[in-house]
């Protein structure tokens, strides 16, 4: 890989400092008995997830204002840009509000659509996953790898939920089918299940349904611990990804959790 595909330093610094932003406005929430609104697909929504997406978006627009942003709270501007932010305040907001610590603030930039810098931070516990394209990923500050597992029946895998996969499009039949070849299922998590796979503690991550804001800040993160993350077709994730999501820790491994996928 070229200087030339590598992510600058400077975004790496600015998305650091966003995550900075983003910490104390979360935890001074967490466990706090704030209000919660249902959105309009009845997803939970609370006062820290649009204070937090608008504080970032202040330091985005003041820093690089030619830069596009979406983000779940606050819409989309300036998306035709080379440079879009994408900004997930709280990625598992239930966890949030029932006052489980496994959720996180994910902050990801994409170059023509393809995610080059992403962070998952952990508020609550303080954790903290960097990665950027033509570097390795680091957990609070030390290097991240993924471990290597060939073969699923010596897998773990994560997924948010069950619930996620539907009969009526196909996608509950083809997790089923995964699942029944793997050593250990695993729920819950949302994006820490991702940061789990970067540092070596579980081997796969499927879901189904995500949006841009959800899995942009992944890729960078499991690619540069060594891991490979698709559609589940196998395809890279961009920007215009269809929210299905398989992320591995081991090459051969994905190859074959791509294939269990096509019962």
């Not at 983003?22 to 649009?50: H, N």
Request: proline share 6%.
């Amino acid at each position: 890989m070229s200087a030339e595909d590598s992510c600058p330093q400077m975004f790496i610094d600015l998305a650091v400092r966003l995550a900075d932003t983003a910490r104390p406005i979360v935890t001074g929430y967490f466990r706090s008995g704030l209000a919660v609104d249902d959105k309009d697909d009845a997803s939970p929504v609370t006062r820290a997830d649009r204070e937090t997406e608008s504080a970032v978006r202040a330091i985005i627009d003041e820093a690089l204002p030619d830069h596009g942003i979406i983000g779940e709270e606050h819409g989309r501007i300036r998306t035709d840009s080379e440079y879009v932010w994408v900004i997930d305040p709280i990625d598992g907001t239930k966890s949030f509000i029932t006052g489980k610590p496994l959720f996180g603030t994910l902050i990801a930039l994409c170059r023509n659509g393809t995610p080059i810098l992403g962070i998952i931070d952990a508020p609550a516990l303080g954790e903290r996953w960097i990665g950027a394209r033509g570097r390795e990923t680091v957990f609070n500050g030390a290097p991240a790898r993924t471990r290597a597992c060939a073969t699923l029946d010596r897998a773990v895998l994560y997924t948010t939920s069950p619930d996620l996969f539907s009969e009526e499009d196909g996608t509950a039949v083809a997790f089923r089918s995964l699942k029944s070849r793997i050593k250990l299922p695993m729920y819950g998590g949302d994006c820490y299940a991702y940061g789990l796979l970067a540092s070596g503690f579980t081997d796969l991550v499927c879901e189904t349904g995500l949006k841009p804001y959800d899995f942009c800040a992944l890729v960078p993160v499991v690619e540069g611990a060594g891991g490979t993350i698709t559609d589940w077709n196998g395809r890279p994730m961009t920007i215009l990804s269809d929210g299905h999501v398989l992320a591995s820790g081991d090459a051969a491994l994905h190859k074959r959790a791509l294939l269990a996928l096509q019962p």
